[in-house]
């Protein structure tokens, strides 16, 4: 017998699909290998559509047409669920130091991000084989020790290092605690994943987040508890890159140097230990120079997720920075009295303090296309004070009164971002 502990740093939310084809599938071909995929998923709650009889069974179809389409006649009650994506909490045993025995614990997700409190087992039996979740509601997800567990589930082929936000995980062979490949069989017109009964087959996996927390997707819990006015909008929550660019320099003006520009980085350098923080500094040039700086505990984040809130119609932003692997630190941009403006770190969970709100001046998150680039955005606090290099020996921002003045490009990274 033995124990796995939980690590949610190797966790991941993805939407998974079938190969069928055993060709191998390369990401650079991943938009034109559409016809080659069938998504994975299940359901629960509801009645007499796909085929069912095949209910709370993992299935993969339909072939080639991309995500499974869904109308409000899909639904046939209240209770009527579709898990399309699926998170994969992270499991080592204790015994390993080494990463080896990583293991996952598979939970199905709405296409909202919601968790449906159910596990994908694999039943074993010679008379069935089949994936699938229970009827009944499971214990909640990331328990810190499991003891001989027989519902974890092997990605083998995946190299974790290569497991970031975003990252397109092709040819994984999914395998069950027994050690059998899963597989998919047509029956009485449905396509499921067994592991004893039907055609050996490949997994891809396109990785939504990772480090992903298993939680409740309410991001904006605790608004209504603390009574705050402001509700969050993921539909309009965007991550992006930054460039600081000078105001132009008034003709008439003596004396003045060029101004400084570069991109905008989250620099770990400030604080103690225990109690880190970063500083928004300018590079030298329009590239991160060095993402690490001493030791490997304090790194350099150049992309950041801009959480809105929208109250009385007017757009509020907190600032999320993320490392390499698109990971949300648990750190927030946030104007405190006693402090230079930095990235501080959230020990209360409670969101849309007015610390920690920005407003993006000049730029519609509405609007917003991946790709475009918007320009002269102001970044302003809350409490009115606008962003500025605050000290050009350090090319570091601040919302101090004295300061060269100056504006943001924002490079839309992905829209409709969710953590």
Same mark, same amino acid.
């Given at each position: ?14 939407? =998974? ?11 650079? +071909?991943? %938009?034109?290998?559409?016809?080659? /995929?069938?998504?994975?998923?299940? *359901? ?9 009889? &095949? ?10 047409? $991309? ?13 009527? !669920?579709?898990?399309?994506?699926? &998170?994969?909490?992270?499991? @080592? ?25 159910? #596990? ?27 003891? %001989?567990?027989?519902? /974890? ?16 995980? =092709? ?35 396109? @990785? /939504? ?26 539909? *309009? ?11 132009? #320099? ?8 060029? $101004? ?40 350099? =984040? ?10 009385? $119609? ?18 927030? /941009? ?10 501080? +770190?959230?020990? +209360? ?8 709100? &920005? ?6 998150? !509405? ?23 605050? %000290? ?28």
């Amino acid at each position: 017998m033995s124990d796995y502990v939980y690590h949610p740093q190797f966790s991941f939310l993805a939407r =998974c699909w079938w190969q069928l084809s055993d060709e191998f599938l390369h990401p650079d +071909q991943w %938009d034109a290998s559409t016809a080659k /995929l069938a998504p994975m998923w299940l *359901h629960y709650g509801g009645a007499a559509i796909h085929n069912d009889h &095949w209910y709370r069974y993992l299935r993969a179809e339909p072939e080639g047409s $991309g995500p499974l389409r869904l109308e409000p006649g899909n639904f046939t009650s209240s209770s009527h !669920v579709y898990g399309e994506l699926f &998170w994969f909490g992270a499991y @080592v045993s204790g015994s390993d130091r080494t990463g080896a025995t990583l293991r996952y614990e598979m939970r199905p997700y709405d296409r909202n991000w919601k968790p449906l409190n159910r #596990i994908v087992h694999s039943n074993s039996s010679t008379l069935s084989g089949y994936a699938g979740v229970k009827d009944q509601r499971e214990a909640p997800a990331g328990r810190q020790r499991l003891t %001989d567990p027989q519902h /974890l589930w092997n990605l083998s082929g995946i190299n974790h290092k290569d497991i970031k936000r975003g990252a397109r995980l =092709c040819n994984v062979v999914l395998v069950n605690a027994a050690g059998q490949r899963a597989r998919r069989f047509s029956n009485q017109g449905a396509r499921l994943i067994n592991t004893l009964t039907g055609q050996p087959g490949l997994m891809a996996l396109e @990785v /939504l987040d990772y480090a992903h927390e298993a939680r409740e997707v309410a991001w904006g819990s605790g608004l209504q508890r603390t009574g705050s006015s402001y509700a969050f909008k993921a539909e *309009h929550s965007f991550i992006a890159r930054l460039w600081w660019r000078p105001d132009p #320099i008034p003709a008439a003006s003596t004396g003045s140097t060029d $101004g400084l520009q570069g991109l905008v980085a989250a620099r770990f350098d400030e604080g103690w230990e225990w109690n880190p923080r970063a500083r928004l500094s300018v590079e030298q040039t329009d590239v991160l120079s060095t993402r690490w700086r001493g030791d490997e505990t304090r790194p350099a =984040c150049e992309r950041f997720w801009f959480a809105a809130y929208i109250e009385n $119609g007017e757009y509020a932003y907190e600032i999320w920075p993320l490392d390499e692997r698109g990971r949300r630190l648990n750190f927030t /941009l946030r104007k405190q009295q006693g402090w230079t403006t930095s990235l501080a +770190q959230r020990w +209360q969970s409670d969101r849309a303090k007015a610390d920690f709100l &920005w407003h993006l001046d000049g730029l519609d998150p !509405v609007a917003l296309q991946v790709g475009a680039t918007v320009t002269n955005v102001k970044l302003r606090h809350s409490s009115g004070r606008v962003m500025k290099l605050a %000290d050009r020996s350090e090319r570091r921002l601040g919302t101090e009164e004295l300061g060269d003045e100056g504006s943001l490009a924002v490079q839309v990274v992905e829209t409709s971002a969710r953590f």
